[in-house]
């Protein structure tokens, strides 16, 4: 959420996940229709998923549209066509042969290269693709911005996903959490986290399966099924309205689930 207004910023109050789908364009992409889950009138389809001991229920990517351009565009948060985004995307990509040894190398930089603001309390706040490069510094929502730019500039179609989580060990309160999907000519729409690993969170690049930060556990947690072109407005805000990592942790965005 974000509640403080610095000068000249407009934070906007309405959390909730339907608000921020009308305003974000282009639409995400969506899966089939067929099982509910937080949405009133958008239902989703999911695949079962073997963990361990316990079946649970992940986005059928696959059933995603194959329209691609929005998922390579260059835009105001995701810059990549910022010349030092596209000199690092160059740089990463030399030598690596295929969109996945690609895709790997963008994302060991963003993961360990650039330090998480909150692990290192590290200023300033970042959320143009371009200023995280510049400083070395991001949220998870900004680290996210990065890979996908990065990712965009190879000609490799990305997006944006995100997980609700607590904010602490168990909620409330609960924040959005910032992660990627990449699409891969192999195995098509596959997520990935860079937000940085730490002692308790090891996030890999191993497609087709998945190893993201953090597992969603309570029943207020969501893994959320959209991929987004573009930053949710709320992100943006929590990102811009705010001149401190301290300021952002206050503020960070959240969304309103509505029941099952």
């Not at 282009?26 to 998923?49: C, N, Q």
């Not at 192999?186 to 090891?202: L, Q, S």
Request: charged share 20%.
């Amino acid at each position: 959420m974000c509640r403080a207004n610095m000068a000249g910023c407009v934070c906007p109050h309405d959390t909730s996940y339907r608000a921020a789908a009308k305003v974000a364009a282009p639409r995400a992409v969506r899966l089939r229709r067929g099982f509910s889950l937080f949405l009133r009138k958008e239902t989703l389809d999911f695949v079962p998923f073997r963990l361990e001991s316990r079946i649970i229920f992940l986005p059928d990517l696959d059933a995603m549209s194959t329209d691609f351009s929005p998922y390579l565009a260059s835009s105001t948060y995701i810059d990549s066509d910022h010349p030092a985004v596209r000199a690092k995307a160059a740089a990463l990509a030399a030598g690596a042969v295929g969109d996945a040894a690609i895709a790997a190398r963008c994302f060991a930089f963003v993961r360990d290269e650039i330090a998480h603001s909150w692990d290192y309390q590290r200023n300033p706040v970042t959320c143009r693709a371009s200023d995280v490069l510049q400083h070395g510094t991001g949220y998870c929502y900004a680290k996210s911005h990065l890979l996908a730019a990065l990712l965009r500039a190879n000609g490799i179609p990305a997006g944006l996903c995100y997980q609700r989580l607590a904010v602490g060990e168990v909620g409330p309160p609960f924040c959005l959490h910032g992660l990627n999907a990449v699409h891969l000519q192999e195995f098509g729409w596959y997520r990935i986290d860079a937000r940085g690993n730490k002692p308790g969170v090891a996030a890999a690049f191993t497609p087709p399966r998945e190893q993201l930060a953090f597992p969603v556990l309570a029943p207020e947690e969501r893994d959320l099924p959209e991929i987004w072109p573009e930053p949710l407005p709320q992100v943006v805000a929590s990102l811009t309205c705010h001149a401190t990592v301290q300021d952002v942790a206050a503020h960070l965005p959240d969304i309103e689930l509505l029941p099952l």
